[in-house]
């Protein structure tokens, strides 16, 4: 249960007692919705899982929601977020079960689930629209840790125990490191959040009325949808992907990645459980790129491609699909975002060189700043930005957007299914 309610209920014992009832409302109204199709034909509870890394956990401050009521086009998105009041809307047909580095926190889908109970990720408009879509109670099981790659953490049992290529072990001796004991740490760290992530999902699944206490254990569950956003420690690793620059240099992580579906699928035993890939996309398109970007274009489409690659594979067509991040990145917020920046860093030059004082200098930034950036533009960042780029600068529009994208791309996986058939890949 979630920590928050429990405390609500001893500071006001009849707050308590309404948060109780409303509790067993909602439970008996996912009772019913479970059994939509007839009393006597209940349907399973589907069960997604989400996993990955820092942007998995989710880094928009809760503040960002702000800005998707100033766009006309996501005004729908913030309403479906927040109440009227602007408190965040409880989603009483969506449950989840998130494991993090903070433990465990489980309950009914609002914000607060990303990575603190200040933050949320795509894990929230994932639920809400993906229930929207499946009109039935659901059920998110999300493990997420930042700082993560594949090639370690998150290295699946046919991969193989990680292996340092002899360049690298040369460097260690010629550096006079313990070589033994660099080793040994590796293999303790390889696979450990794989294991953890399927260890809390058997957890979870095996007392599902613990998180949600309306399940229908004489319908049982269905594990419907895998979700996979992670990559950027893989992507920036120059040391375990040398040639990342060229055509090819991350081939190892399109090897590892399908390692990970095959085994994600023979762990649960959910032999052709859809996969849903979110491809890497932070900066936008790559050919989009300013000329400040440019010397990262070639590293982050190779990327990208090993990223989507998988889904090619003859064993995964039809089951496994990506969703391209990089449609979401909001490049108006990228560009205010750099060119707020470039000025504060012209601001700090000017005032070294005419030797002003703390006081000055802010003076200084603080008018530079106002001749560059419109009120409105202020706005906009003060409300859109929380976080760096590498966490799609904290921003609620974009995690939004990509979270909308997944329920998008696994609901069309399961309206092929029920229609006998498979999905495309993009």
């Excluded at 989603?91 to 993090?100: G, K």
């Excluded at 450990?192 to 569950?221: D, F, W």
């Excluded at 491609?305 to 108006?332: C, I, R």
Aim: proline letters at 4%.
């Amino acid at each position: 249960m979630n920590i928050r309610r429990n405390s609500l209920a001893k500071r006001n014992p009849l707050a308590g007692l309404f948060l109780c009832l409303a509790l067993v409302g909602s439970a008996l109204l996912g009772q019913e919705q479970s059994t939509a199709s007839g009393k006597n034909d209940p349907k399973p509870l589907k069960v997604f899982i989400l996993a990955g890394q820092s942007n998995m956990e989710g880094h928009a401050h809760i503040r960002t929601l702000q800005h998707l009521a100033m766009k006309p086009e996501t005004v729908a998105m913030y309403e479906a977020i927040q109440n009227a009041d602007g408190t965040s809307k409880v989603h009483e047909q969506v449950w989840i079960s998130y494991l993090s580095g903070n433990g465990v926190k489980q309950g009914q889908l609002t914000t607060g689930y990303g990575a603190n109970e200040e933050k949320l990720g795509p894990e929230l408009t994932f639920g809400i629209y993906l229930q929207q879509s499946l009109k039935e109670p659901i059920l998110l099981i999300k493990a997420a840790w930042g700082g993560k790659s594949l090639h370690t953490d998150f290295r699946s049992p046919s991969a193989g125990p990680f292996q340092f290529r002899d360049d690298q072990l040369e460097q260690f001796r010629k550096e006079g490191k313990d070589i033994a004991r660099i080793q040994a740490e590796k293999a303790e760290a390889t696979g450990a959040n794989y294991r953890l992530m399927i260890e809390h999902v058997r957890k979870v699944l095996a007392n599902i009325k613990e998180v949600y206490p309306g399940y229908n254990e004489q319908a049982g569950y269905e594990l419907a949808g895998f979700i996979w956003l992670q990559g950027w420690n893989d992507m920036v690793d120059g040391g375990i992907y040398p040639d990342r620059g060229k055509p090819g240099g991350y081939d190892q992580y399109s090897v590892n990645l399908a390692h990970f579906i095959r085994d994600v699928r023979r762990d649960l035993k959910v032999p052709k459980l859809p996969f849903v890939i979110g491809v890497m996309g932070v900066g936008g398109p790559v050919a989009d790129y300013g000329p400040e970007q440019q010397r990262y274009a070639a590293v982050h489409q190779n990327f990208r491609d090993a990223m989507a690659a998988p889904a090619k594979l003859a064993e995964f067509q039809g089951n496994v699909s990506n969703v391209l991040t990089e449609k979401y990145w909001d490049s108006q917020l990228s560009e205010l975002n750099q060119r707020r920046d470039s000025v504060k860093q012209k601001a700090a030059k000017q005032a070294k060189e005419q030797n002003l004082d703390r006081d000055a200098a802010k003076q200084l930034e603080a008018q530079m700043l106002a001749e560059a950036i419109s009120v409105r533009e202020h706005e906009l960042l003060k409300n859109g930005i929380s976080n760096a780029e590498y966490h799609y600068l904290g921003s609620a529009r974009i995690l939004g957007g990509i979270g909308k994208g997944f329920a998008e791309a696994m609901a069309e996986h399961l309206r092929q299914q029920a229609a006998g058939k498979e999905t495309q890949t993009d």
